[in-house]
C-alpha cells in the first residue's frame, strides 16, 4: 500500500479533520528530520495548536498506525512517529550534509539502503538519555580499508549492537522482577558484565541477587559471576533455575554487599 492509499484511508475514516492531522505530523517530523516525540507534553502542545480534541487526535494516530502510515514497533517501544518511507526521504534531502544523525533505536532502513550514503552516523539513546556515539561514519572508513578490514569492522559494529541490546533486556527483565524499579543507571556496568560473562550468566545471577537480596547490589552480582569461573560452570544445563526454586543452591558463599 503506497502512501497516498494510506493517507486516504485515514480521510475516509475521519474526514478533513484526519487528513488535516496526518499533514500536520508531517510537517512536524519533517521539521525536526525524521521522527517526531509523541509524549504526554507534544500530544498537549499539539492538541492546542491544531484545535483539536486530543482523544480524537490519538484515535487518529492509532489508525494512522493500523494501516502503516507509522511504523507501529517503534510507536509502541518509544513514543515516536515514524516511517520506512520519511527516513528515506529524510535521508535523500540531507544527502549534501557533511553528517547525517540517525538513531539506531528508531532505524527502520536496511544495511544495504543505509551502506549507500556516506554521510550516516549511527548512535544509540542509552536509558538515561545520553547520546552515544557507536559508529561514526563506517562508510568512509571503509573506502579506505581492505576486504578484511571492512568485514572486521563490521562484525564489531554488530557485536556492540548486540552487547548494547542484551544490556538493555537485562534493564527490562529487572523491571519485570522488580516492578517499579530501574537499573538503568547501572547500565555501563552491566554492559561489561555482560561482555565478560556473557549474557545467560549474567542474567542468572541478577535474578539469584534479587531473590537473595531483593534489589540489585553490583558487588553481590558480580562475586556471584567469579564464583561460576571458578567453579567452571556451563552456561547451558547448569541447573541453577531449578536449585533457585528448591532452595537448594547455596547463597552463603556469596554474602556480602
Not at 484511508?9 to 528530520?33: P, R
Not at 556471584?224 to 552463603?252: C, H, P, Q, R, V
Request: aromatic share 12%.
Amino acid at each position: 500500500m503506497d502512501q497516498d492509499d494510506k493517507v486516504a484511508l485515514i480521510e475516509a475514516q475521519h474526514g478533513i479533520v484526519g487528513f488535516g492531522i496526518v499533514i500536520k505530523l508531517l510537517m512536524k517530523i519533517y521539521k525536526h528530520g525524521y521522527f517526531y516525540e509523541w509524549v504526554e507534553k507534544q500530544q498537549l502542545l499539539f492538541s492546542k495548536r491544531v484545535n483539536v480534541d486530543i482523544n480524537l487526535i490519538n484515535e487518529i494516530i492509532n489508525d494512522c498506525v493500523k494501516w502503516g502510515l507509522f511504523d507501529k514497533k517503534v510507536f509502541e517501544t518509544y513514543k515516536v512517529l515514524t516511517s520506512k518511507g520519511i527516513q528515506k526521504r529524510y535521508i535523500e534531502a540531507a544527502g549534501r550534509r557533511q553528517k547525517v544523525k540517525l538513531f539506531k533505536e528508531y532505524l527502520l532502513l536496511d544495511d544495504e539502503t543505509i551502506s549507500v550514503y556516506k554521510n550516516l552516523v549511527i548512535v544509540y539513546i542509552i536509558p538515561n538519555h545520553e547520546v552515544v556515539n557507536v559508529s561514526i561514519n563506517l562508510q568512509n572508513k571503509e573506502e579506505k580499508s581492505t576486504e578484511k578490514e571492512r568485514k572486521e569492522q563490521k562484525r564489531k559494529y554488530k557485536n556492540e549492537n548486540s552487547l548494547y541490546e542484551k544490556t538493555l533486556e537485562l534493564c527490562k527483565y529487572y523491571e519485570n522482577l522488580k516492578p517499579g524499579e530501574s537499573i538503568k543507571k547501572y547500565f555501563d556496568v552491566l554492559k561489561i558484565f555482560v561482555e565478560t560473562y556473557g549474557y545467560g550468566w549474567v542474567k542468572e545471577a541478577l535474578k539469584i541477587t534479587v531473590s537473595n537480596k531483593k534489589r540489585f547490589i553490583k558487588g553481590y552480582m558480580e562475586k556471584i559471576l567469579k564464583n561460576w569461573i571458578m567453579e567452571g560452570k556451563e552456561e547451558k544445563g547448569g541447573g541453577i533455575e531449578k536449585n533457585i526454586k528448591s532452595g537448594a543452591y547455596d547463597f552463603s558463599k556469596y554474602s556480602g554487599s
